[in-house]
């Protein structure tokens, strides 16, 4: 079992639906977590993160960390064909900096 | 553009040659990550140095790869002998920071293609 699970989709949406993106862990040490977005053959674009539980809200993105299910989700409101792209999580323990990734959802968001 | 670049963005190769990468982090930053990513997976990490000292191998780098930050500033991996299973993008971010977590920055990665 890798430490991150991720369904890597493609997950395919009309243009204005609410995106519900996922991860699960298995780390309880994990204490920061990331979205990333990356479109195709570019560098990994970090969205948002949180520390430890809670919620977090950017403009159309919301965070979400449940540490006692070991779950994380991204929900993107009024999706756009912009939004199309693979979006990666990752995590990072307390006192630590290196990033472990899960590996991604492609989204597809159609006018 | 003060970003962190990669240079080249693109490498094609044969069997058993050596490549070299290099990357320029972000301008003061202390921190700089390497990461690999192949298809269809997200990134693993290599190594990292906080400024001139490599401080953390992921037991993917094998003893083909090394890499060296000799200034602080831009770091280099070097792969020997290639191998078919090193064709990835190689993925650099940086960071400035002490302890713990510091949001990291991404460039845009080098490709790597063994034949």
Redesign the interface.
Known sequence: QKEVEQDPGPLSVPEGAIVSLNCTYSNSAFQYFMWYRQYSRKGPELLMYTYSSGNKEDGRFTAQVDKSSKYISLFIRDSQPSDSATYLCAMVNSGYSTLTFGKGTMLLVSP | DTG?SQDPRHKITKRGQNVTFRCDPISEHN?L?W?RQTL??????LT?FQNEAQL?KSRLLSDRFSAERPKGSFSTLEIQRTEQGDSAMY?C?S?F?Q???????????T?LTVL
């Open positions: 962190v921190r990550y990461y269809g997976q997200g990134p693993e990490f990292y953390e993925l971010a960071s920071g302890g713990g977590y510091n949001e990291q920055f991404f460039g845009p990665g490709r």
